[in-house]
């Protein structure tokens, strides 16, 4: 994802923090759903649609973190201005990397049990994301600028200057622009996951309603069409 100008920045940030917005508001409807469901599977899917979409919100708030750098990138003047984006960017992209392989397993569940026409996707997914690890040595390199200077400051300022005075403004703006790439098809992936868990928890919950409906109709001993 190559971005080169402030203005296109500016304006994909303000699309996604509003996409943020609408998809996050999708949860109270959904909270709403888990009051009024009549059978444990209803229960069961509006709560995976739930988990998805928070993930989705997780997810659109990293990019923005990241998207919000890349524009300070742009912006800065200073050596030091250069460093503070690059501790930034390699922050979000450690916490992000390390809030993804947590929820994988979930993800993989899911996936594997209820949406196998995905799984080549997914599995794609995890290829890109290896390989990404691997190109930015997220391990070592990424996780030692997390611990050390980002996340924590390392009690000795020896060992965190000289990490911060190997941070490169082209490698870390390389590293940001990639991991949006693999981060737009993640979310695209959470999207359609949780769009069809949306319209199947929608389905169930209209005809758990219908034959509740019929049911009362019965008792009252008035016509059921």
């Not at 995905?118 to 390199?141: A, E, G, H, M, P």
């Not at 929608?202 to 059921?224: D, M, V, Y």
């Amino acid at each position: 994802m190559k971005i080169e100008s402030i203005t296109e920045l500016s304006e994909l940030i303000e699309k996604h923090n509003q996409n943020l917005i609408k998809t996050f508001s999708v949860l109270e409807h959904t909270a709403e759903g888990t009051k009024i469901v009549s059978t444990k599977e209803i229960l069961d899917s509006f709560l995976k649609t739930e988990l998805q979409i928070k993930y989705f919100c997780f997810l659109t708030s990293s990019f923005l973190d990241l998207l919000t750098t890349l524009k300070g990138f742009l912006n800065s003047k200073t050596e030091w201005e250069n460093i503070y984006f690059s501790k930034s960017g390699f922050l979000t992209i450690y916490e992000t990397i390390n809030t993804y392989d947590f929820h994988q397993k979930t993800i993989y569940k899911i996936v594997n049990s209820d949406y196998s026409h995905l799984r080549i996707k997914y599995v794609q997914l995890n290829k890109i994301l290896k390989k990404y690890k691997k190109d930015y040595k997220y391990s070592t390199t990424i996780s030692q600028i997390r611990n050390k200077t980002a996340g924590h400051y390392d009690n000795d300022f020896i060992d965190f200057y000289t990490i911060i005075k190997k941070l490169d403004k082209v490698e870390s703006i390389n590293a940001i622009e990639d991991f949006l790439d693999f981060l737009h098809l993640l979310m695209l992936f959470i999207d359609e996951i949780a769009g069809e868990m949306e319209t199947e928890s929608r389905e169930r919950l209209n005809k758990s309603k219908k034959e509740l409906f019929k049911n009362i109709a019965r008792l009252k001993g008035t016509p059921n069409d």
